[in-house]
């Protein structure tokens, strides 16, 4: 069954846990238990309705605070595909948390209050999801029934967005319009009976739809390779074979290829799933390749085709989102997780600080804070192979790791 992942994000009190519990009970993906927890809880606040939130507010604090601070994964399927959520919080002050959930997502749920429409937070919501290449961007208008179901207020609200959108510089994104009431279930599973002037599809409906194909990365084949296999039997005394995970096109046995970072050209022999082989490896097939040459070739290398070699270079420069207590600075060194390959890193420079609410950018800053987005320049100590972020976002992106702490610090995005 195909899985689609789904990073989700909204301001304090837009329904954005009351929605994804309106999925879950609509799609009968709610367990017994979990239920009668909802349905008691609802009847001991005194309220007239199911308390959906309830569903996805795991930690104490958030139940207490009512709101969602960490990332949490939910998981539930139709008949036909397989779905996992990224509830994650809106706060600026949970940024992090955001990138983190919309890191490995193919579509994303940016929720708005019909009351209050587009506000700040909302802009820094679309431009974490432009940052990261989240083509499929549903805007779920929500609370139409405290604004009597208007026509009139949804279109306001679609022309303020689009105002949001025309600052984005990702020509290919694709953003969907859905007037929702995730408490009374309109649009949410089922069309609404109070909104007959919208035609469109309901969100489950629009999310059965979508590709849920790899859209980033097509075309440039990667093959990091993460294992190299010496079999220690009689029979297999000679195999040589390169294990790893194959990310934007495919491979094909005669395919001429490059090894990096030594340049050694050689072509694809055999390419082998388990103990079958096979002619062709589709993008995000995890198999194991031999190769026409008896050439050196290590855990971290990278095998592409000939043509498609990436950049290999000890420096760049990167979209930054800090993710630490302790504030980066310039000079400061790092242990740079780029794939399977570990490199030191140190900071050449600040360039600028993005403010992700579209406001521009601040020159002359020294040092970064926890939830700063900025550009930064880096000097390795060695070279590795990339690409732009926005031409290959696996190897576009990378960790930053406290070589002190050994805490995952921060999360970069290539430019150039």
Do not use: C
């Not at 238990?33 to 507010?57: N, P």
């Not at 009512?66 to 959520?85: E, L, N, P």
């Not at 992090?96 to 700040?120: C, K």
Request: a negative charge; hydrophobic letters at 35%; zero cysteines.
């Amino acid at each position: 069954m195909k899985v689609l992942k789904i990073a989700t994000a909204g301001s304090v009190d837009d329904g954005k846990s009351t929605l994804i519990g309106r999925l879950l009970y609509d799609t009968k993906s709610l367990t017994d238990d979990k239920l009668e927890a909802i349905e008691r809880s609802s009847k001991q606040k005194g309220y007239d309705y199911l308390d959906f939130s309830l569903a996805t507010d795991g930690l104490v604090a958030e139940r207490e605070q009512g709101i969602t601070i960490d990332v949490a994964h939910i998981y539930f399927s139709t008949a036909t595909k397989s779905y996992i959520i990224a509830d994650t919080p809106g706060h600026v002050e949970y940024t992090r948390n955001m990138v983190t959930g919309a890191s490995t997502s193919q579509a994303a749920i940016i929720l708005i209050d019909a009351r209050h429409g587009v506000i700040e937070q909302t802009y820094r919501h679309f431009f974490i999801n432009n940052l990261l290449r989240v083509k499929d961007v549903i805007v779920a208008v929500n609370k139409m029934d405290l604004v009597d179901f208007s026509e009139e207020r949804y279109n306001e609200i679609k022309a303020d967005f689009q105002k949001v959108v025309d600052k984005s510089d990702y020509e290919d994104q694709n953003i969907t319009f859905i007037p929702v009431s995730a408490l009374k279930g309109d649009n949410v599973v089922k069309k609404s009976e109070s909104m007959t002037w919208y035609n469109g599809q309901s969100l489950i409906e629009h999310l059965e739809e979508l590709d849920t194909d790899d859209i980033y990365n097509k075309g440039i084949t990667r093959f990091p390779v993460q294992y190299v296999i010496r079999p220690k039997t009689e029979e297999y005394h000679d195999f040589r074979g390169y294990a790893g995970k194959l990310y934007g096109g495919d491979l094909k046995v005669g395919d001429d290829v490059v090894i990096l970072p030594s340049q050694t050209k050689s072509k694809i022999k055999d390419i082998y799933f388990y103990d079958k082989k096979y002619q062709s490896a589709a993008r995000r097939s995890s198999v194991t390749v031999t190769l026409e040459d008896d050439v050196n070739v290590s855990r971290g290398d990278m095998i592409v085709r000939v043509g498609e070699v990436p950049t290999i270079d000890k420096r760049f420069t990167a979209t930054v989102s800090w993710m630490d207590n302790k504030n980066l600075q310039p000079g400061s060194k790092y242990v740079l997780q780029h794939g399977v390959n570990k490199v030191l890193a140190k900071v050449s420079a600040i360039h600028n600080k993005i403010n992700p609410d579209y406001s521009g950018i601040e020159e002359g800053v020294d040092s970064l804070k926890m939830n700063d987005i900025a550009s930064i320049s880096f000097q390795l100590n060695k070279p590795i192979f990339f690409d732009a972020f926005k031409e290959h976002r696996t190897n576009g992106s990378f960790i930053l790791i406290d070589p002190q702490s050994n805490n995952t610090v921060g999360v970069g995005f290539i430019e150039k």
